[in-house]
């Protein structure tokens, strides 16, 4: 930048303003014609090329052109057309002034470079807007390699404008570059670790935009919404966003909720406890009322008919029930909560269906239930769990059942 600044002050006190020369006026006059020109042929331009894209992208049937206008592609590339003038018009304008035409052509090469820039900005722009509408790459993380692309180019952009000010050799200066790696790998190590990342997410198709995550160490649990060469974002469900690292993907341990989603229901698992003193086996007086019970009556009957004939046979001591063959209370409702889970209507008849009695706890015997509901959505979900567990809690009375209740347990507050 100091030679530059030397260039153009060493150039502009080499005019001498004090002849009288009318080459002055006259290279005042061209540049302000210029001056007009050049907005007016920017002004034109930006019309025409607007008109045409708009008109163009009205009558197609695809959005690309669309999201062409919408990015200001057009209207970037009108510039083009100035900038050509201009660098046209230079020589007539300066020539008398050849040390001054230097200056401002250079000026000129520097605007041309970020136009470049600018310009292709809007292409990627246009192209990542353009792929998110595309359903096989919707939940790609499209993000990471447009912000790829462009750090680089703004690298390559930035680094030729440093050659023009300071006028060293391109073959030096990437060179030095190399030399100098080291401190970029320390200064975009996080770009780079997100860069990595989003390779590693992508091809080993570890987390789409929709999924739904929980991240416990970052208090993440809700939809991904973007995935960029830095960070992560995730909805929660109380509508708050968590950033996450994109290299945490790959170093921290998550929960993706997509297998449960591309499933066939999400999975009820839970138990009701049951107090262990409660459970008993069944008199016949009790039987009998059970099979008053519709979705038990075709069960107890076959069973009690089973029960007789082995005792029967066997000849077994009845005068005590727990000689033989009996029924307990606690496996009639164990029975009666599967065939009521298979009857429901919100159940997955085609996954698993199970009524099952976990190992015994100090609290009592845990009797789980575990299905899955054909319904995913969250809050039917939820509705459809504890409507099985109201009518579950709500049966145990009948069979003579008690639930474990924690009677010295208060509440925090």
Not at 24 to 41: C, D, E, P
Request: include cysteine.
């Amino acid at each position: 930048m100091e030679k530059f600044t030397h260039y153009f002050y060493d150039h502009f006190t080499q005019l001498d303003f004090s002849d009288g020369s009318a080459k002055y006026l006259n290279m005042l006059t061209l540049f302000v014609i210029l001056l007009v020109i050049v907005f007016l042929s920017d002004f034109i331009a930006r019309k025409i090329l607007l008109q045409a894209f708009s008109s163009f992208a009205a009558k197609s049937k695809t959005k690309f052109d669309d999201l062409l206008v919408n990015h200001k592609v057009p209207r970037n590339v009108a510039h083009v057309v100035p900038l050509i003038l201009t660098l046209k018009c230079l020589p007539i304008v300066f020539s008398d002034f050849p040390h001054f035409e230097s200056a401002v052509e250079l000026m000129l090469q520097l605007y041309c470079v970020i136009l470049v820039l600018w310009i292709i900005r809007s292409i990627l722009n246009t192209l990542e807007s353009y792929f998110k509408t595309l359903p096989r790459l919707k939940d790609k993380p499209i993000d990471s390699y447009i912000q790829v692309l462009m750090l680089f180019l703004w690298l390559v952009g930035i680094g030729l404008i440093f050659v023009m000010l300071t006028g060293i050799d391109v073959k030096t200066f990437f060179t030095t570059l190399g030399a100098a790696s080291a401190v970029f790998l320390l200064i975009f190590k996080d770009t780079i670790l997100g860069f990595v990342a989003s390779i590693q997410v992508a091809i080993n198709d570890t987390v789409r935009i929709g999924d739904w995550i929980t991240m416990e160490k970052f208090g993440a649990d809700g939809d991904v919404i973007e995935i960029n060469l830095n960070t992560l974002q995730v909805q929660n469900f109380d509508m708050t966003i968590t950033n996450i690292p994109t290299y945490a993907l790959i170093s921290e341990s998550f929960k993706n909720w997509r297998g449960m989603s591309n499933a066939g229901g999400r999975r009820i698992k839970r138990a009701i406890i049951i107090k262990a003193k409660s459970v008993h086996y069944l008199t016949d007086d009790k039987v009998e009322e059970l099979k008053k019970i519709e979705l038990l009556t075709e069960y107890i009957t076959q069973r009690q008919e089973d029960i007789t004939t082995y005792n029967t046979v066997n000849k077994t001591d009845k005068s005590m029930l727990i000689n033989g063959r009996n029924m307990t209370n606690l496996g009639v409702f164990r029975k009666y909560i599967q065939n009521y889970i298979e009857n429901h209507s919100a159940i997955n008849k085609d996954m698993t269906i199970m009524t099952r009695q976990l190992a015994p706890t100090p609290q009592g015997l845990p009797l789980e239930i575990y299905a899955f509901s054909s319904d995913k959505r969250w809050q039917n979900y939820e509705y459809i769990m504890s409507d099985i567990f109201d009518h579950s809690i709500a049966a145990v009375p009948y069979f003579d059942l008690e639930i474990y209740e924690l009677s010295n347990y208060i509440p925090e507050s």
